[in-house]
């Protein structure tokens, strides 16, 4: 059975930091996105991950305080996000795919998403 688990998420005062995991049991790890939805707004693309973990994407809004990585033995992914802002509050999920892009429709499977808060 195809399944990706995020974990990691909670409550950090802003410039705090947190990361997140996604594993996924049943297949391969290929493409990885992770996406956020804050309440009231379409769920948007983070980052994302090829398959062999050497190249990387971001959206703007994270670049510099958030990394992506994978570990292929543990066929997780990562995030950690560093330096955190009120308006990275959302549901975070994780989401496996075919393609290296951040659009939402292009991923087939996705986790139960984790909540990460931010706030003082």
């Known amino acids: 059975q195809l399944q990706l688990v995020e974990s990691g998420g909670g409550l950090v005062q802003p410039g705090g930091s947190l990361r997140l995991s996604c594993a996924a049991s049943?297949?391969?790890?290929?493409?990885i996105a992770w996406f956020r939805q804050a309440p009231g707004k379409e769920r948007e693309g983070v980052s994302l991950?090829?398959?062999?973990?050497?190249?990387?994407n971001y959206a703007d809004s994270v670049k510099g305080r958030f990394t992506i990585s994978k570990d292929h033995a543990k066929n997780t992914v990562y995030l950690q996000m560093n330096s955190l802002k009120p308006e990275d509050t959302a549901v975070y999920y994780c989401a496996a795919g075919n393609s290296f892009t951040l659009r939402v429709t292009s991923y087939m499977y996705w986790g139960q998403g984790t909540q990460v808060t931010v706030s003082s």
């Open positions: 991950i090829e398959s062999s973990g050497d190249i990387t």
């Open positions: 049943g297949f391969t790890l290929g493409y």
